[in-house]
């Protein structure tokens, strides 16, 4: 058996940051991946630019059963942190929105640039490396056996991801050692995720596959101010993604059409402006033409304007401001860009990502229950709990 300070099981975000992170403390470091490239959520996400990180990013972006756990890792770990990286590899980037970073050219000089912080820091990488058994005897030593072949390592990092689009190989293997171990998993699901419909609305809906619009989407006291858009399913864009974080179903989902706008106040407006002018004619100002027609053929009553009493004009406005959307489901991990739920982190180190049942174990990135918003922060997570744990295998 080959001897190993630290083993890392996963060649993602957080495996490769903790490598690099870990070997430049002088630790013999490797890294073994079943697939047969390392990144490949990276080299995929935000449209083949990587959406590296936010510079908004704070506590309050992730969702965890256990909400103060990131504090410490994301405190002592910043976006600016990882900027610097990228910067000192002359990785040219640009903002998008909402202090999404991007890159301007591929998400394949993220890779490059943790292979290259790996390499110079002396850390291995092998792909198409499964594992086959880990036996653990007495505190900090751990035996792997591979398709590599065996290694012994007095600290087991576990960074496999989580159940998220699993046509590139995502799997429950870090649960399932999870609970080898002792440790509780909490419930997974499928988050930043499309949301599917059925019956009526999807039958109202379908056609109109492709049109987009800015909404304010709301459910459990959640609400993100962003894109929709229809899809031949259901509904996806950036503000159903966020929504769909904090939605399970049978909850109320709603949505603010005109944001930014009193529905009230325009519709008042227009009928006296526009008295002659039917209702969608009037709601395509500031809709997209083939939704508003659509709403005055399924929910409103399509006539001039001047037709409508006080009431009605409020309840119109009413529907408009607070639109239920009644989902049947989620596209499920296929298409979800995070998995939801995971080890539990009260048994875990704050500030070490260590397990407080198991020395020298460690659980990192999307297979901890901490997931952030859309927007580049669970990359940030990532670069923050592997800093944490790799900073920690070093003292």
């Not at 996963?10 to 890294?31: D, N, P």
């Not at 976006?79 to 998008?96: D, G, L, N, Q, S």
């Not at 407006?269 to 002018?277: D, G, M, T, Y």
């Not at 304007?305 to 409020?314: A, D, S, T, V, W």
């Amino acid at each position: 058996m080959q001897d190993l300070d630290v083993l890392i099981i996963g060649g993602g975000a957080a495996g490769l940051m903790c490598a690099a992170t870990a070997a430049r403390r002088g630790q013999r470091t490797l890294v073994v991946e079943h697939a047969n490239r390392v990144g490949k959520k990276i080299l995929m996400s935000g449209g083949g630019r990587c959406n590296f990180t936010n510079t908004g990013t704070t506590p309050a972006n992730y969702l965890s059963a256990n909400p103060h756990f990131c504090k410490s890792a994301l405190a002592r770990y910043t976006p600016w942190h990882f900027i610097e990286t990228v910067e000192r590899h002359r990785i040219a980037y640009h903002e998008k929105e909402l202090g999404q970073l991007f890159c301007d050219e591929s998400s394949k000089l993220i890779v490059k640039m943790l292979l290259d912080e790996c390499e110079a820091a002396g850390a291995r990488v092998l792909t198409s490396c499964s594992v086959d058994r880990i036996e653990a005897e007495g505190e900090r030593d751990f035996r792997v056996h591979t398709t590599a072949g065996g290694f012994k390592a007095r600290a087991l990092v576990v960074a496999t991801g989580g159940l998220s689009i699993p046509s590139m190989g995502a799997s429950g293997f870090g649960y399932e050692l999870a609970r080898r171990f002792g440790h509780t998993v909490l419930p997974t699901r499928a988050g930043l995720v499309p949301l599917t419909l059925s019956g009526t609305h999807q039958q109202r809906f379908a056609d109109l596959s492709g049109v987009a619009f800015p909404v304010i989407a709301e459910a459990n006291g959640a609400s993100f101010s962003n894109q929709l858009l229809i899809t031949h399913r259901g509904l996806s864009g950036p503000s159903i993604l966020q929504v769909s974080s904090y939605w399970q179903p049978g909850d109320e989902l709603v949505l603010d059409l005109l944001p930014g706008r009193d529905a009230h106040a325009f519709l008042e407006s227009q009928r006296a402006a526009h008295p002659a002018a039917m209702l969608h004619n009037v709601l395509a100002e500031v809709l997209p033409r083939r939704f508003a027609q659509r709403l005055c053929e399924a929910w409103l009553p399509d006539r001039p304007m001047k037709q409508f009493n006080p009431k009605e004009l409020r309840d119109m406005a009413a529907l408009l401001q607070r639109f239920p959307i009644t989902a049947s489901g989620t596209e499920g991990y296929r298409t979800a860009e995070v998995t939801l739920g995971g080890v539990d982190t009260r048994e875990l180190s704050s500030t070490t990502m260590e397990s407080k049942r198991m020395p020298g174990l460690y659980f990192i990135g999307e297979v901890v229950d901490v997931t952030g918003w859309l927007g580049g922060y669970n990359f940030q997570w990532a670069w923050a709990a592997a800093h944490a744990c790799g900073t920690a295998l070093g003292d």
